[in-house]
């Protein structure tokens, strides 16, 4: 993927990797996104999403967390 293309994409990837089981290569996708989208709460749902996957609680909470905190009104966040 070049530089110019949107964050969405990756997420898409990054959710093709992770129902294939490929959770490394899911994360990675999702750091690109970041890296064009630092702010996209829907980023971080997705990480939230493998790091369940993979067992990782508290990983999970803390990126749902930092979703929340950066914008308490999208109700999203709220309830994830």
Same mark, same amino acid.
């Given at each position: 993927?070049?530089?110019?293309? !949107?964050?969405?994409?990756? @997420?898409?990837?990054?959710?093709?990797?992770? /129902? !294939?089981? /490929?959770? !490394?290569?899911?994360?990675?996708?999702?750091? /690109?996104? /970041?890296?064009?989208?630092?702010?996209? $709460? $829907? @980023?971080?749902? #997705? #990480?939230? !999403?493998?790091?369940?996957? %993979?067992?990782?609680?508290?990983? %999970?909470?803390? #990126?749902? $967390?930092?979703?929340?905190?950066?914008?308490?009104?999208?109700?999203?966040? %709220?309830?994830?």
């Amino acid at each position: 993927l070049t530089k110019n293309q !949107d964050a969405r994409y990756l @997420i898409f990837l990054s959710s093709l990797y992770s /129902r !294939d089981g /490929r959770l !490394d290569e899911a994360m990675t996708a999702l750091n /690109r996104a /970041r890296e064009l989208s630092p702010k996209k $709460q $829907q @980023i971080n749902f #997705v #990480v939230a !999403d493998i790091y369940l996957a %993979a067992g990782k609680y508290k990983e %999970a909470l803390a #990126v749902l $967390q930092e979703a929340y905190d950066w914008d308490k009104t999208y109700h999203e966040a %709220a309830k994830n």
